[in-house]
């Protein structure tokens, strides 16, 4: 069975400070791979998402994240954060195709300091 | 184009009564799912809809939660009776059915508070 793994529940981080979120997965083919971005009060927003190619895929906002089959990981990453950034992330996996149901991570809640 | 949308954003209901939530996908989006998030926990699938059919319904916690979607338009989740578990924040999603490597449109989620 898929599973997901977001090891980190809080983060707290400055203002212009660099980010990692991390999450690995579990299944055993390839994987269509996704991070979702939850401001207060908004719904889920796609950052970006990884199906096939190239490992490292950028996003908006600024945010990348980078595939990494032998680790299973697909860890989030944005080299400065604003303050727009607090909001809780995402990891999400699908199987066959990026149509099928979601498994979720249980979310990385972000907070952003002066 | 609109996005998904979900009604109502909010709900308080006492245990044992009846809510029903909706979503309207975007337009032409022949999937359409629901998910569910109770408070400290991951998002979690419930059902998948391929135009009116259900194609998964295997995330669905109980038969007390039934969902429709007429016509393969919007769709509607109903908990009777509720109970005090239910509450959480209700998530609707839809997507293309082609291209596979597409991505699923979130709605902004249904706070349902049983209480």
């Known amino acids: 069975a898929q599973s997901v793994t977001q090891p980190d529940i809080h983060i707290t981080v400055s203002e212009g400070a660099s980010l990692e979120l991390r999450c690995n997965y579990s299944y055993g083919a390839t994987p269509y791979l996704f991070w979702y971005v939850q401001s207060p009060g908004q719904g889920l927003q796609l950052l970006l998402k990884y199906f096939s190619g190239d490992t490292l895929v950028q996003g908006i906002k600024g945010f990348e994240a980078e595939f990494k089959r032998s680790q299973s990981s697909f860890n989030l990453r944005k080299p400065s954060v604003h303050w727009s950034d607090a909001a809780e992330y995402f990891c999400?996996?699908?199987?066959?195709?990026?149509?099928?149901?979601?498994?979720f991570g249980k979310g990385t809640r972000l907070s952003v300091i002066a | 184009e609109a996005g998904v949308t979900q009604f109502p954003s909010h709900s308080v209901i006492e245990k044992g009564q009846t809510v029903t939530l909706r979503c309207d996908p975007i337009?032409?989006?022949?999937?359409l799912y629901w998910y569910r998030r109770v408070m400290g926990k991951e998002i979690k699938f419930l059902l998948h809809f391929v135009k009116e059919s259900k194609q998964d319904e295997s995330g669905m916690p109980n038969n007390r939660f039934l969902a429709e979607r007429t016509g393969g338009t919007y769709s509607t989740l109903k908990v009777q009776p509720a109970e005090l578990e239910d509450s959480g924040v209700y998530f609707c999603a839809s997507s293309q059915a082609y291209p596979s490597d597409t991505e699923a449109f979130f709605g902004q989620g249904t706070r349902l508070t049983v209480v």
């Open positions: 999400a996996v699908g199987a066959t195709s990026g149509n099928t149901p979601l498994v």
């Open positions: 337009s032409g989006h022949d999937n």
